[in-house]
T-cell receptor, first 109, second 115 residues
Framework: GQNIDQPTEMTATEGAIVQINCTYQTSGFNGLFWYQQHAGEAPTFLSY??LDGLEEKGRFSSFLSRSKGYSYLLLKELQMKDSASYLC??????????WGAGTKLIIKP | GAVVSQHPSWVICKSGTSVKIECRSL??????MFWYRQFPKQSLMLMAT?????????EQGVEKDKFLINHASLTLSTLTVTSAHPEDSSFYICSAREGEASPLHFGNGTRLTVT
């Protein structure tokens, strides 16, 4: 079966760095996406990785290792507004998105 | 770019009535749109995949006669919740993508409350 694993919840301190991991087992691979979802709102697109390596976009970076079925989202200089759920999703061989359950990130002052 | 507009943002309706939710891609053409439902503190649940000009593909357990989907153009898909009941109260979110390998872009969601 297809499976995406990510931690349920993480806590970090304002100004610090946090890494949210995601491992996956899917039928084929056409890219991995990270989304941010604030409570009561729709998800917003953060990043897309299809090749191995690190993609940096401001305070957020996303890494992919296809051979290990592994990705992480790195958030630097954490701000209170970064408190949200972070969703990992993999596009399989049929171009269908398989969603992880999301990681709730709690930022403390 | 890649803006998806969803309307209405929230709606309250009486049990037994129908509600239509619109999803528009504003600055791109979306051959495929997706409809999700999310209950409080739960994950996104894909309800159906909507392809322009053809019938929607529903996920297992989703009643196609209750949740009518129409994707009449490359920029518009609608979801109609027919004969709504309180258990249909949820957060409905549409998303669209420009091409197969493109990221999904989400509308702001519609919070439906059925009384």
């Amino acid at each position: 079966g297809q499976n995406i694993d990510q931690p349920t919840e993480m806590t970090a301190t304002e100004g610090a760095i946090v890494q949210i991991n995601c491992t996956y087992q899917t039928s084929g691979f056409n890219g991995l996406f990270w989304y941010q979802q604030h409570a009561g709102e729709a998800p917003t697109f953060l990043s897309y990785n299809v090749l191995d390596g690190l993609e940096e976009k401001g305070r957020f970076s996303s890494f992919l290792s296809r051979s290990k079925g592994y990705s992480y989202l790195l958030l630097k200089e954490l701000q209170m507004k970064d408190s949200a759920s972070y969703l990992c999703a993999v596009m399989d061989s049929n171009y269908q998105l398989i969603w992880g359950a999301g990681t709730k990130l709690i930022i403390k002052p | 770019g890649a803006v998806v507009s969803q309307h209405p943002s929230w709606v309250i309706c009486k049990s037994g009535t129908s509600v239509k939710i619109e999803c528009r891609s504003l600055d791109f053409q979306a051959t495929t749109m997706f409809w999700y439902r999310q209950f409080p503190k739960q994950s996104l649940m894909l309800m159906a995949t909507s392809n322009e000009g053809s019938k929607a593909t529903y996920e297992q357990g989703v009643e196609k006669d209750k949740f009518l989907i129409n994707h009449a153009s490359l920029t518009l898909s609608t979801l109609t919740v027919t004969s709504a009941h309180p258990e249909d109260s949820s957060f409905y979110i549409c998303s669209a993508r420009e091409g197969e390998a493109s990221p999904l872009h989400f509308g702001n969601g519609t919070r439906l409350t059925v009384t």
